[in-house]
């Protein structure tokens, strides 16, 4: 088994944290048990800087794992891995989707973060074989992005690619512009720094610090997290309010 990086695994646990803490931030607030305005500056950038760190790391991941697997696969093997991983993250967005138009129908999710980075993926796979100046071409893609958030249109078909209508309203949207920028940026930062899977600067090994350990295990598992950490969260909150208030 090839060693995995600490510190990416660390980092991603670091984002699932955020997460947890600002989704419990938002249940409060829009279960009505504590006033929060989540639109505040310092916590629209929280809620912003999950998503952008861990976006960027899997752009990051998808290069070293595109490495270590080339050693082993041919290219069509390779290929079709990336394809079948891909379409394994999507099926969850498609399974997110279903669950949210049951519970919240007036904003469901259409296209989430797992639609997203299942798409991403299979959309990233021809790049990886590839040199450029990903960290250009991502900032452009950001831009080009942030440029559209204040334009709407009056067609739906291309909401995935960050074309929304007006109308449009949800819970979770992760359109390819501009969050495919960060995929792309994340792409250059494994180019850079962890060429051929293997890392090229040198750190302390603190994988087994008390610290780090446990939020690197949370990192390494963050699909399950994200898939259940609403539901815990709305249970435990549902329950302190009932004993408590």
């Known amino acids: 088994m090839q060693k995995r990086f600490w510190e990416l695994d660390f980092l991603r646990g670091v984002a699932i944290v955020m997460m947890i803490v600002y989704h419990t931030i938002f249940d409060l607030n829009f279960l009505k048990i504590v006033v929060i305005d989540i639109y505040s500056p310092a916590i629209w950038f929280f809620a912003r800087a999950i998503p952008v760190l861990f976006i960027t790391l899997v ?30 993250i999507f099926s969850w967005g498609i399974a997110v989707t279903f669950v949210s138009w049951l519970l919240v129908p007036e904003g469901f999710i259409v296209f989430g973060i797992l639609h997203f980075i299942g798409l991403s993926i299979i959309l990233a796979y021809p790049l990886l074989r590839r040199r450029g100046d990903f960290f250009v071409i991502g900032a452009i893609f950001v831009a080009l992005g942030i440029a559209l958030l204040n334009t709407s249109f009056s067609f739906p078909y291309l909401l995935w690619l960050g074309f929304a209508p007006g109308w449009f309203h949800t819970l979770d949207f992760f359109p390819i512009l501009p969050w495919f920028g960060f995929i792309l940026i ?32 949370l990192g390494r598992h963050a699909l399950f997290i994200y898939l259940t950490h609403q539901i815990a969260i709305l249970i435990i909150i549902l329950l302190l309010s009932k004993f408590i208030l």
């Open 186 to 217: 994340g792409i250059g930062i494994g180019n850079e720094f962890y060429k051929d899977g293997k890392r090229r600067f040198v750190i302390k090994e603190l994988s087994e610090n008390k610290i780090v350990k446990p939020l690197s295990l």
């Open 59 to 88: 752009g990051v991941c998808l290069t070293i794992s595109h490495s270590r697997a080339s050693e082993k696969l041919d290219r069509k093997r390779l290929r079709m891995k990336f394809i079948r991983r891909g379409l394994w």
